[in-house]
DNA sequence: TTTCATGTAACTTTAAATAGTGCGTGATGA
DNA sequence: TCATCACGCACTATTTAAAGTTACATGAAA
């Protein structure tokens, strides 16, 4: 299984976004993301049709964050990107005719569907304002004399 | 992304197990399952290593449960297919020099934490006992002139 | 009208689970 | 003894989904 890292990747894309306060182009976000235009414009493109960011062609174009970060909290942005599986893992079988297989499956049922419960509700409780908000902290907690925090 | 069943597959397989009280070989395992002899070998390796299961060559050989069902729980067997990984998604990069990428990572991953130990205490709470007496009330409630529970 | 940037489809690459093959080892029993 | 049975293990192949890439169309700005 490749582990997917679309929530990690656009909350990431969304802080950098936050920050520079100007469109910024897929190829600038890409590269702050050490990845590939397309990718950001894919993993972008549902949260633009969720109303959450605006995108501009042409000269001077780009990305922009189209709402109060207090107004989007991680459980919007996994909901726009599509709501990808949680769990790792799953049923032999959906739709069992065996009957050892239903009771298998009548155990884990309630168990995974609590706990992807739980982790949206954390999804849900956390807006990236304060994600934001963290990330300044994290930068003032920082020796002084680092002036920005680009990547390597 | 493929979706791991070990757990379910192996919970089904110990009931298989339990059903019939003799020693079933990895074939007639197999054939229950749907697979490959050579996967409930793999499957079974885990519990037999942490005392759960017994193998036996030869003639007359195969697998016998080595533990009271009751004395199983769906944790004991989690851990001793070697504790796959729970959660579908991961963060982008661990370990990140980057403090935006910090500060989503502390975001995300106590509600991973969280998610994965309510998971692990749900594995916990049941046993292979209450598993094989769920099956047993689904026969029961079977149609009376089905004798059997076997597959297509 | 050239340049820039997104929009999108199609294709390739990669990572991880799962499946399968072949052969070795040990136990049974004729 | 020796043929057969069944597990043990190393290795390879297949499958699935994410991630990356290429190519080109569309539309906006200079």
Redesign the pocket.
Known sequence: ??????LS?VLHVLLHMAEHRA?????Q?AKAM?????????I??GL?DAGFVH?????????TIARDLAAITMRDVYDAIGR??LM??GNRTEAPGCLVEQAVNAALDPAFRDAEALLLARFAAVTLAELAADFQARMAARPPHIKDHHHG
Chains 1, 2 share one sequence.
């Open positions: 299984m490749k582990r997917d890292s679309r990747g469109p910024m182009t897929s190829e976000l050490q990845t590939n235009p397309v990718v950001i414009r894919r972008l493109g633009r995108s501009e062609k042409g000269h001077g174009g780009g990305w990808p599986k790792a893992m």
